[in-house]
């Protein structure tokens, strides 16, 4: 598990709405790494580069934590997401407290 960061538009569901990005953090756990290779095209002026992606399964928070308990609590995992390795921001664990898991922080 571990926690990561994305820049959420916060009017992304208006049509015609001037997007506004707002940092929000997320927790997930990673399934695997992508490394995709873009190979060079000197016709189209393009040069080699590689991309390196986490693909993640989302936690839906069920509990979010309070201000005296640092500890988020979830029962199912959401989405699959692809997301920059940069954007991790740190490793945390879980623990299975009765019918559901809590995020150690």
Same mark, same amino acid.
């Not at 399964?57 to 640092?70: G, K, L, N, Q, W």
């Given at each position: 598990?571990?926690?990561? *960061?994305?820049?959420? @538009?916060?009017? =992304?569901?208006?049509?015609?709405?001037? /997007?506004?990005?707002?940092?929000?953090?997320?927790? =997930?756990?990673?399934?695997?790494?992508?490394? &995709?290779?873009?190979? /060079?095209?000197?016709? +189209?002026?393009?040069?080699?580069?590689?991309?390196?992606?986490?693909?993640? +399964?989302?936690?839906?928070?069920?509990? /979010?934590?309070? @201000? $005296?308990?640092? &500890?988020?609590?979830? *029962? $199912?995992? =959401?989405?699959?997401?692809?997301? @920059?390795?940069?954007?991790?921001?740190?490793?945390?664990?879980? &623990?299975?407290? +009765?019918?559901?898991?809590? &995020?150690? @922080?």
């Amino acid at each position: 598990m571990f926690q990561y *960061q994305l820049a959420i @538009d916060q009017y =992304g569901c208006q049509q015609n709405q001037t /997007p506004e990005f707002e940092l929000q953090y997320f927790f =997930g756990q990673i399934l695997c790494f992508l490394i &995709i290779n873009i190979p /060079p095209s000197p016709e +189209h002026s393009i040069e080699a580069e590689s991309f390196i992606y986490a693909a993640i +399964h989302e936690v839906r928070i069920s509990e /979010p934590a309070t @201000d $005296h308990c640092r &500890i988020n609590y979830y *029962q $199912h995992l =959401g989405p699959m997401v692809l997301v @920059d390795p940069n954007q991790v921001k740190c490793v945390v664990r879980h &623990i299975r407290d +009765h019918n559901k898991w809590a &995020i150690i @922080d």
